[in-house]
C-alpha cells in the first residue's frame, strides 16, 4: 500500500527558504515518478518539480522543474530512507500555497496517489 506524508511547511518571510519531505512508502523507485505539486486558493494543482531514475536500476535520475521555480527550488530523494525532498529558496509571496507530494506509476496510469499537503506561505 502507498502511503506518501508530506512535512516541512510553515511561514516564512521573502527570501526565505524551506525544506519539505516526503516519506513515501510502498513504492518501488524505479517505477515511480515523484513530485511535488501545488495548489493556491483559487488556482489548479500545478506541478512544481519532478524525479524519476534513469533507468529500472536507479542509476541516475531526470529531474524536472516548473519555469516558475527553476533556479530557486531543488528535488531530491534518499530511495534508502524513502524520502523525497523539496529544498525552496529566494521564496515569494507567489509561491504560497498547499504543497503536495504525489507518487505515479509510470506503468499504470491508475497508480497515481498523493499526500496529504502541507501548507507553505510566504509573507511579503
Known amino acids: 500500500q502507498v502511503q506518501l506524508v508530506e512535512s516541512g511547511g510553515g511561514l516564512v518571510q521573502t527570501g526565505g527558504s524551506l525544506r519539505l519531505s516526503c516519506a513515501a512508502s510502498?513504492?518501488?523507485?524505479?517505477?515511480?515518478?515523484l513530485g511535488w505539486y501545488r495548489q493556491a486558493p483559487g488556482k489548479q494543482r500545478e506541478l512544481v518539480a519532478d524525479i524519476r531514475s534513469s533507468d529500472y536500476d536507479n542509476n541516475g535520475d531526470s529531474i524536472g522543474y516548473s519555469d516558475s521555480v527553476k533556479g530557486r527550488f531543488i528535488i531530491s530523494r534518499d530511495i534508502a530512507k524513502n524520502m523525497v525532498y523539496l529544498q525552496m529558496n529566494s521564496l515569494k509571496p507567489e509561491d504560497t500555497a498547499v504543497y503536495y507530494c504525489?507518487?505515479?506509476?509510470?506503468?499504470?496510469?491508475?497508480?497515481?496517489?498523493w499526500g496529504q499537503g502541507t501548507q507553505v506561505t510566504v509573507s511579503s
Open positions: 504525489n507518487a505515479a506509476n509510470r506503468a499504470v496510469s491508475s497508480k497515481n496517489y
Open positions: 510502498g513504492i518501488i523507485h524505479s517505477i515511480y515518478t
